[in-house]
């Protein structure tokens, strides 16, 4: 997926608390690397952070599967986002998970409907 925004702001938006917390989750403080989440369907999880390289690469371990976020500079600005799961079956997830990142960064809109009763889900894939 493209980003209009920079690497440097689409990295921020991942590997930060309060970035995080505008598009992903409802809390997700980092300790010792280690992001405590709290997500708006009431899962909850400590999710090992297994590397992260500045504006290129982030991957933690996430409630059983590796979510790999790999970032590279455009041609003309902007960010080349790719976001792969180790679990086949994260499809929907995984494009849910783009468009409120690529909403948050790039229109400062939050795409999540803040109602535990709902999913956060957009995509039937």
Known sequence: MFCASEPNDVY????????????????????GGVISFV????????????EA????????????????????A????GTELTLSSSDPADSAEVISLLLRLK???DFGVDLRNHDETRTTSYADC
């Open 39 to 50: 997500l708006a369907d009431g899962r909850t999880g400590e999710c090992r952070i297994e």
């Open 12 to 31: 921020r938006a991942v590997s930060t608390s309060l970035g995080r917390e505008r598009f992903w989750a409802t809390s997700a403080p980092e300790s």
């Open 103 to 105: 909403a948050s960064v």
């Open 74 to 77: 455009g041609e003309t600005g």
């Open 53 to 72: 390289v500045q504006d290129e690469l982030y991957r933690l371990q996430y409630f059983g599967r590796t979510l790999t976020f790999a970032l590279a």
